[in-house]
């Protein structure tokens, strides 16, 4: 079994058009998951770090959104642009990025 450092999950769910909640898959999710494999890759983090995109995690108006276990530490609005931040800070230094939090 792999010994991962961190576990990131990134929401992809894409709800019908006009649907109230919206998604994360209506708000560029695709191109941060895009955006943070490219950067798991370039740093040589395949092996400390394991990515995965999943269905809602819930807090659809908030999206795109992540999650980072074993910390639980949740991101929202992520874009592409702080992809680079979230790998450096929180990935490789152990500090989550606090102004991409998910409010509580």
């Known amino acids: ?57 819930g807090p659809c108006r908030a999206g795109p959104t992540m999650v980072v276990y074993p910390e639980n530490v949740w991101y929202a609005g992520v874009r592409p642009g702080d992809i680079a931040e979230i790998v450096q800070s929180h990935l490789v230094e152990g500090r989550p990025v606090a102004r991409l939090l998910l409010p509580s």
Do not use: Q, Y
């Open 1 to 57: 079994m792999p010994d991962w450092k961190h576990h990131v999950f990134v929401c992809t769910n894409k709800r019908p058009p006009g649907h109230p909640k919206g998604s994360c898959g209506d708000r560029g999710c695709n191109e941060v998951r895009t955006a943070l494999a490219e950067a798991i890759d370039a740093r040589e983090l395949f092996e400390t770090v394991k990515l995965n995109t999943t269905d809602c995690l």
